[in-house]
């Protein structure tokens, strides 16, 4: 069973920072491309920052690029997003997914994953 689990989520004030972590079991991702998707309250899901794990080509959304940054760690099978500088309008429950390994910048942009993703953790951005 192909599993991802994101953890990290929480409540921070404006400019504040969080990293979350997506941990892989079942499979190994430096053979995938995953995604960080984002989905806010009564808006659709949004791919936010998503690399290839076997080039390291990346891809950010223009609303995040400069203040997120993923990043791996093989040994651990884990992908983590690390988010600076947050704002009110990054508050969403954020997922991790997995998907073979295709065009990241296609496939950030479309939410084009169809493999493993994980049960979403939840990101408030609030003073």
């Known amino acids: 069973q192909l599993q991802l689990v994101e953890s990290g989520g929480g409540l921070v004030p404006p400019g504040g920072s969080l990293r979350l972590s997506c941990a892989a079991s079942?499979?190994?991702?430096?053979?995938?491309?995953i995604g960080w998707i984002r989905q806010a309250l009564q808006k659709d899901r949004e791919g936010v920052s998503c690399v290839n794990n076997s080039d390291g080509s990346t891809y950010d959304a223009d609303s995040v690029r400069g203040r997120f940054t993923n990043s791996r760690d093989n040994a651990k099978n884990t992908v983590y997003l690390q988010m600076n500088s947050l704002k009110p309008e990054d508050t969403a429950v954020y997922y991790c997914?997995?998907?073979?390994?295709?065009?990241?910048?296609?496939?950030?942009?479309?939410?084009?994953?169809?493999?493993?993703w994980g049960q979403g953790t939840q990101v408030t951005v609030s003073s």
């Open positions: 997914a997995a998907e073979v390994l295709h065009p990241v910048q296609a496939m950030c942009v479309n939410v084009w994953f169809s493999g493993s």
């Open positions: 079942g499979f190994t991702l430096y053979h995938y491309t």
